[in-house]
Nanobody, 125 residues
Framework: QLQASGGGLVQPGDSLRLSCAGS?????????VAWFRQAPGKEREGVSC????????YYSDSVKGRFTISGDAAKNTVYLQMNSLKPEDTAVYYC???????????????????WGQGTLVTVSS
């Protein structure tokens, strides 16, 4: 139901834009959409969320100021613009959606019940 794309190999300081597309995203007033990432040997980490609750936006401290989440319901797509990428941003990135009221738990994986496949982002010189 969700498909993530846009990953690739970039150098430190570069930018990438990830896309999450799916029919669920026609209604961003109903579904909250989040991006998660998982680096090798590490737990899945919530990165950013676009909440259905008035479009509130949440970021993890590790990406705040560098990443921007946005949605385009007309294109059934949510984006994650990633700037000033660092080697520690290397991970498989997943998008997820939830119809629940998730604001208190926006970056917790267990509140999301629709997941896309991952897209690999590698930041290396």
């Amino acid at each position: 139901q969700l498909q993530a794309s846009g990953g690739g190999l970039v150098q430190p300081g570069d930018s990438l834009r990830l896309s999450c597309a799916g029919s669920l995203l026609l209604d961003l007033d109903f579904y909250s959409v989040a991006w998660f990432r998982q680096a090798p040997g590490k737990e899945r980490e919530g990165v950013s969320c676009l909440s259905s609750n008035e479009g509130r936006i949440y970021y993890s401290d590790s990406v705040k100021g560098r990443f921007t989440i946005s949605g385009d319901a007309a294109k059934n797509t949510v984006y994650l613009q990633m700037n000033s990428l660092k080697p520690e941003d290397t991970a498989v990135y997943y998008c997820a959606a939830s119809s629940r009221n998730i604001d208190l738990y926006a970056l917790r994986a267990d509140v999301y019940d629709h997941w896309g496949q991952g897209t690999l982002v590698t930041v290396s010189s």
